[in-house]
């Protein structure tokens, strides 16, 4: 008697979680359409939108550092989501956000490239700074705790889901937006890294 209450009891859990997983699976396809549709709201110059992508935020860099919003003031800055184990995308993008910084000289400090983790479970400083010692000195990879990074993503509209592959392992599906933030921390727009890492330098310049 006692088994069977149990066993009908485990397979409505069943059930309800499994529908649990459908519908978040749905409400996370629904928030990234929205936010891809806010993002291009965005695009439009003079929108009340492109001042709601960014914000506050508190997370530690890859020595351990605090790092703020307000550290970033009176910079541009580029920021990118991604992760240490993604097996092109973010390796690719870092390179080529690598190439516009040295093609940036020394006025590379005058600006800030940051690479957000999706995976700060994996990604913790000491793997960033490891993983980050193949690019441009000057990119700085942050995480932060659960809390943290879910403000991070929701105030840049983020999308980031794991995807379970074999022996326990998984990958990140995840916004690959390199977006281009003013010096005052405003959204400007996403930042094109199809051109020489020259031009793109150019670009970059005229927002210091
Ligand atoms: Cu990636």
Redesign the pocket.
Known sequence: MFLTNLRMKLSEMDRSSRFALIASAFLITLVAVLGGLFLMAAREPGTATASAIGGPFTLVDQDGKTITERDLKGRPFLVFF??TH?????PT?LFEISEVLRALGNDADKTEALFVTVDPERDTPPVMKDYLSSFDPHLRGVSGNAAQMAAVEKSYRVYAKKVPGTNGEYS?D?T?LVYLMDKQGLFVAPFNLRRTPEEAAKDLRRYF
């Not at 993604?86 to 973010?90: A, E, I, M, Q």
Request: aromatic residues 10%.
């Open positions: 991604g992760y993604c097996p092109d995308v973010c993008t990140m995840h690959a």
